[in-house]
């Protein structure tokens, strides 16, 4: 693509150069594509009073990177009503499981993984348990994004991963969270 280091005068000539502009606008949007993301957030890890995250924030700092095309939150059975609710209306989708959480999230990832339409996988927690994850996303092809909060946000994790978001919690009364 030339890049004029001129510019002509005259009407019909402008109305000319303002035509190509906008075609060069179209075909590099159509060249910078969002990338697909699908989003795992391990909910009795990350969705906790203490933390104060907010669902809406995490898709924010995702939509920096790409387009949020799939997004699941893993809750575990003594997950409140309010939180499931609140998932709910962010548009997420709500998976409860009896018992351990951890076993879920790794289906639900790897499933994302294998997955041709996803580019980017997003793993919200801050559990180490979940790098050989990481590894098995790099090794297919696939970027990886790892979102987490401090305290306990594994170093490991944050070095494995392609993106790393740091979340801050927000302080204060905090509905529908995690005990």
């Known amino acids: 693509m030339k ?4 510019k002509i005068f005259g009407k019909e000539i402008e109305k000319e150069e ?3 502009e906008k075609e060069e606008t179209r075909k590099k949007e159509k060249v910078e594509k969002k990338k697909s993301i699908g989003l795992i957030i391990d909910g009795p890890n990350i969705l906790r009073k203490e933390f104060g995250l907010h669902l809406e924030d995490i ?8 387009k949020l095309r799939v997004a699941k939150v893993v809750l575990n059975q003594y997950a409140p009503q309010g939180l499931i609710e609140a998932i709910v209306n962010q548009g997420f989708e ?31 927690t801050r559990d180490a348990d979940f790098l050989p994850i990481i590894s098995e996303a790099k090794r297919v092809g696939k970027e990886m994004v790892i979102i987490g909060v401090d305290p306990g946000f594994s170093i490991a994790l944050q070095n494995a991963a392609d993106y790393v978001i ?3 919690g927000k302080k204060g009364k905090q509905e529908g969270y995690e005990d």
């Open 94 to 124: 709500p998976i409860i499981v009896a018992g351990d959480t951890d076993v879920r999230v790794a289906i639900e990832a790897m499933e994302l993984i294998y997955n041709s339409d996803m580019e980017v996988i997003a793993l919200a």
């Open 59 to 66: 898709k924010a700092a995702l939509e920096k990177i790409g």
């Open 3 to 6: 890049r004029r280091l001129f």
């Open 18 to 20: 303002k035509k190509v």
């Open 166 to 168: 740091k979340m801050e």
